[in-house]
């Protein structure tokens, strides 16, 4: 069973930086794409980052990148979202996500695993 939990999240004010980590257990993840999606209310999720566990190739939607880095390390199992110049429409609630495939899409459907989301709030 795939759990991932997400951490990090907080309240910042408008231009500083936060760390999102999401700790992945219960699965061999090395044909896995990883990524992340944020959700405020009322709207629907959308598609932020993802970046494919094997070889680490990464992937961005417009509106965050340039700020936002997404990364993984091995060895701890542990996907990362590092959010920089960070701006009070970034505020949601980021959800980690997992798909056994190579293949990445930004499409929610597609990601089978999902954290409980952690909150990111920031003020202007």
């Known amino acids: 069973q795939v759990q991932l939990v997400e951490s990090g999240g907080g309240l910042v004010q408008a231009g500083a930086s936060l760390r999102l980590s999401c700790a992945a257990s219960?699965?061999?993840?090395?044909?896995?794409?990883m990524g992340w999606f944020r959700q405020t209310p009322g709207k629907e999720r959308e598609y932020v980052a993802a970046?494919?566990?094997?070889?680490?190739?990464?992937y961005y939607a417009d509106s965050v990148k340039g700020r936002f880095t997404i990364s993984r390390d091995n060895a701890k199992k542990t996907v990362y979202l590092q959010m920089n110049s960070l701006k009070p429409e970034d505020t949601a609630v980021y959800y980690c996500?997992?798909?056994?495939?190579?293949?990445?899409?930004?499409?929610?459907?597609?990601?089978?695993?999902w954290g409980q989301g952690t909150q990111v709030t920031v003020s202007s």
């Open positions: 996500a997992a798909r056994s495939s190579i293949a990445v899409v930004s499409t929610l459907q597609e990601y089978r695993y």
């Open positions: 219960g699965g061999t993840f090395s044909s896995y794409v």
């Open positions: 970046i494919t566990w094997g070889v680490g190739s990464r």
